[in-house]
C-alpha cells in the first residue's frame, strides 16, 4: 500500500476493503507476507473440495476524493512478477481496489488480469486500460467468476 499524505487513509481503505471482500460468501482475505511488496492482500476463493486452493492478489489505496479519480492522481502499482508466497512459484492474479474516503465507495481494475487464450490456456495480462469500475456485488461475483475460469484453466 502506498503511503499517503494523510495518516489515515491508508488504513481505512484497508478496512474497506475488508468490509467489501468479506461481504462475499465465498471470499476472505489475508494480509501477504511483508516480503511481497507487490499485494497488500492474498484473497481465498473458497472451493467445496478444501484442497483445492484458489487465490489472487489485492493491492489497496485509499484517496480522498473522487476527484483524484477524474484527474487520473491516483497513485499507481507497477505490476511485475508476483509470486503468491515463499512455497509457490505461480503467478497471481492481481487486482487494484480504490476507495474514497468521503463515500466509502469502492472501485477496482485488473493489474494482472486472468484470461483464456484462445487455446484454452490461462494467461495473465497487464491491460492498457487504466478504468476503474465500480466495486459492488456484481462485480466481486465477476471477479470471483474469472479467476475461478483462470484456475479450471490451469487443470
Same mark, same amino acid.
Given at each position: ?33 511483508e516480503d511481497n511488496g507487490a499485494v497488500d492482500y492474498l484473497v481465498r476463493i473458497r472451493h467445496a473440495d478444501t484442497h483445492v486452493k484458489r487465490v489472487f492478489g489485492v493491492q489497496v489505496i485509499g484517496v480522498l476524493t473522487r476527484?483524484?479519480?477524474? %484527474? ?6 507497477? +505490476?511485475?512478477? $508476483?509470486?503468491?508466497? &515463499?512455497?509457490?512459484?505461480? #503467478? ?22 486472468? %484470461? ?6 490461462? +494467461?495473465?495480462? $497487464?491491460?492498457?486500460? &487504466?478504468?476503474?469500475?465500480? #466495486? ?20
Amino acid at each position: 500500500m502506498k503511503s499517503s499524505e494523510i495518516w489515515y487513509i491508508d488504513e481505512r481503505a484497508e478496512q474497506l476493503a475488508i468490509v467489501y471482500i468479506t461481504r462475499h460468501a465465498d471470499l476472505s482475505m489475508l494480509p501477504a507476507s511483508e516480503d511481497n511488496g507487490a499485494v497488500d492482500y492474498l484473497v481465498r476463493i473458497r472451493h467445496a473440495d478444501t484442497h483445492v486452493k484458489r487465490v489472487f492478489g489485492v493491492q489497496v489505496i485509499g484517496v480522498l476524493t473522487r476527484d483524484l479519480i477524474k %484527474t487520473n492522481s491516483v497513485p499507481t502499482v507497477n +505490476s511485475t512478477v $508476483h509470486t503468491v508466497a &515463499a512455497d509457490s512459484e505461480e #503467478l497471481l492474479p492481481i487486482c487494484e481496489l480504490l476507495f474514497v474516503m468521503e463515500t466509502d465507495e469502492g472501485f477496482y481494475r485488473w493489474m494482472d488480469e486472468p %484470461t483464456i487464450t484462445a487455446a484454452g490456456q490461462a +494467461s495473465l495480462q $497487464h491491460p492498457t486500460d &487504466a478504468t476503474y469500475y465500480p #466495486l459492488d456485488s456484481d462485480a466481486l461475483d465477476n471477479i470471483v467468476a474469472m479467476v475461478n475460469r483462470w484456475y479450471d484453466a490451469h487443470s
